[in-house]
Nanobody
Framework: QVQLVESGGGLVQPGGSLRLSCAASGITFSRYIMRWYRQAPGKQREWVASSTDDGTTNYVDSVKGRFTISRDNAKNTVDLQMNSLNTEDTAVYYC???????????WGQGTQVTVSS
C-alpha cells in the first residue's frame, strides 16, 4: 500500500519559516519525481516545487529564493524548507509522487500552512 504522509505544517508569522516533510512508503522512492503542490482557499491547486530522480530541482517563480526542496532517497523523504513566508503562502500543502514508466501518481493527505500575524 502506497502512503505519502506530510508533516510540519502550522501557524507562522509573516517572515517566518517552516519545514514540511513527506515520508513515502510502498514505492521505489528513488524512481519517482517528487513534487510539492499547494491549494489556497478558493483557488486551484498549484505546483510549487519538484525534485527529479537525479536531484534536479525546479520551483514556481513565486517561491524561488525562498523555498528549497530536498530529498533523501535512503530515507524515502522529501522536504520543503520555506523561508520568508508571507500571507500568500497560506494553503494546504500536498506531497506528490509521480513515475513515468510505469505511469503512477500518488498524493498525500495535505498539511495546512497558515501565515498570519
Amino acid at each position: 500500500q502506497v502512503q505519502l504522509v506530510e508533516s510540519g505544517g502550522g501557524l507562522v508569522q509573516p517572515g517566518g519559516s517552516l519545514r514540511l516533510s513527506c515520508a513515502a512508503s510502498g514505492i521505489t522512492f528513488s524512481r519517482y519525481i517528487m513534487r510539492w503542490y499547494r491549494q489556497a482557499p478558493g483557488k486551484q491547486r498549484e505546483w510549487v516545487a519538484s525534485s527529479t530522480d537525479d536531484g534536479t530541482t525546479n520551483y514556481v517563480d513565486s517561491v524561488k529564493g525562498r523555498f528549497t526542496i530536498s530529498r533523501d532517497n535512503a530515507k524515502n523523504t522529501v522536504d520543503l524548507q520555506m523561508n520568508s513566508l508571507n500571507t500568500e503562502d497560506t494553503a494546504v500543502y500536498y506531497c506528490n509522487a509521480r513515475s513515468l514508466i510505469p505511469r503512477r501518481e500518488y498524493w498525500g493527505q495535505g498539511t495546512q500552512v497558515t501565515v498570519s500575524s
